[in-house]
């Protein structure tokens, strides 16, 4: 049993990169749906944009929010929907962001699924966006889902093993990186 409450979260948009001027505007993506694990439920489920206020008692309740590529772009599409939390002062774990710490280079949650679980996503974020646009909810949530679920595997390897992989950019070749995810309560007098 871990010795800690955490969310792993994972967003999906209704618009593309394209359709709002680029990377720099990822507060005007908007949410199609978030997908999320909670720990102390042992539950993975959705809420969808109308609900997603709902998502604040959730990552506010919590030791640790965990997800891939949160810090640079979760946490900015999410941003908007709840201006009263600071996402960025939350305690959180960007499993993309601790892997770029030690390599320099962004990797794909597909490419270190495959290499460290040997298991893919099975889709991509353009797919989820055309699924949002065509109503088809039950597929948006489903892939959303599986990226939490993969999001979630992964960092329970680290915690266990200590260690992700992933494909070396050139050569076919899988590196395998040491990570320290171990989580430390903070330490009160009484």
């Known amino acids: 049993m871990l010795n800690h409450s955490y969310v792993v979260l994972d967003l999906e948009t209704k618009k593309a990169f394209f359709e709002v ?17 909670d720990s102390r439920t042992d539950k993975y489920f959705c809420l969808r944009e109308e ?10 309740g919590v030791d640790r929010i965990i997800g891939f590529n ?13 201006p009263e939390v600071n996402m960025r002062k939350l305690p959180s774990l960007d ?26 996503k099975g889709g991509d974020g353009m797919q989820a966006v055309r699924w949002y ?25 680290a915690l266990e ?10 050569i076919d070749k899988i590196a395998t990186i040491n990570l320290n995810f ?9």
């Open 182 to 190: 171990h989580f430390e309560p903070e330490q009160t007098l009484f």
């Open 161 to 170: 093993h200590g260690e992700l992989k992933f494909p070396m950019r050139g």
């Open 21 to 37: 001027g680029g990377k720099g505007n990822l507060g005007d993506l908007g949410i199609s749906v978030a997908g999320l694990y």
């Open 70 to 82: 949160t810090e640079y772009f979760d946490f900015a599409v999410l941003q908007p929907y709840i």
């Open 133 to 157: 646009h065509e109503g088809n909810f039950a597929d948006l949530e489903k892939y959303c889902l599986k990226d939490v679920e993969i999001t979630h595997k992964l960092y329970l390897h």
């Open 95 to 120: 499993i993309m962001s601790e892997i770029v710490k030690i390599t320099s280079h962004r990797v794909s949650l597909d490419n270190v699924a495959k290499a460290t679980l040997g298991i893919g």
């Open 51 to 60: 609900k997603i206020r709902d998502i604040i008692p959730l990552i506010t």
